[in-house]
């Protein structure tokens, strides 16, 4: 029943991530989408800040559970490699935990312990990301059967790639588009997540039944 149930999960992991970024930037004063991090809307202080990390906490616990399932029933021939991809999206799940519990500083104020754990986490999570985004797409167009859903990952992990670095840029460089770089990067991840889900969804190959 669980394998089911799973598949689904990584839609509703996009659907609660969505959420918390639209109702983040209405109940924060003056949060401007363009301008502003995702992650300023979980700086201590912001009202209502637990709506927010509640969104978000729903959004990491889908999205491990969605790849806990597809680590769990993964039978492609390149299971080692498969599962250690669903492994770093659990990875992922859980720094976006540690994201609420370590929140970003305040711009222009001195960094604080918590603030450099929230940057370490920023780094970590970057590398994983490309790292399982590239590594799916060369499996499945590899396979036959999944050749086609190999291309679609193949050219959103490129996007990845590109608008990450522009991100990472534009944010050092306090640009005023910054904001608007880290949600296309996030953006197409998480639309590899929704693709991802709708493959599973589509092909009960993908998984034992």
């Known amino acids: 029943m669980f394998n089911k149930i799973f598949s689904y999960l990584g839609v509703a992991a996009v659907i609660f991530y969505v959420l918390a970024v639209i109702v983040g930037g209405m109940i924060t004063p ?18 209502d800040r637990w709506i927010i990390n509640s969104l978000f906490t729903l959004y990491n616990l889908s999205l491990f559970l969605f790849a806990f399932g597809c680590f769990q029933f993964i039978h492609l021939r390149q299971q080692k490699t498969v599962r250690l991809i669903f492994m770093l999206v659990m990875i992922l799940a859980v720094l976006g935990i540690a994201f609420i519990i370590f929140p970003q500083d305040v711009r222009g104020v001195e960094t604080t312990t918590t603030g450099t754990v929230h940057i370490i986490l920023a780094a ?86």
């Open 124 to 209: 970590l999570t970057s590398p994983i990301t490309i790292i399982c985004t590239v590594l799916m797409g060369i499996i499945l167009i590899e396979n036959k059967e999944f050749h086609g859903w190999g291309i679609i990952f193949v050219i959103l992990s490129a996007l990845i790639f590109i608008s990450g670095g522009a991100t990472a840029y534009g944010v050092a460089a306090n640009l005023v588009y910054g904001g608007l770089l880290e949600r296309i990067t996030i953006g197409v991840f998480l639309l590899w997540i929704t693709a991802l889900s709708i493959m599973i969804i589509k092909n009960k190959t993908f998984l034992y039944k």
């Open 30 to 47: 003056g949060y401007d989408h363009i301008y502003n991090t995702i992650s300023e809307l979980s700086i201590p202080g912001q009202p």
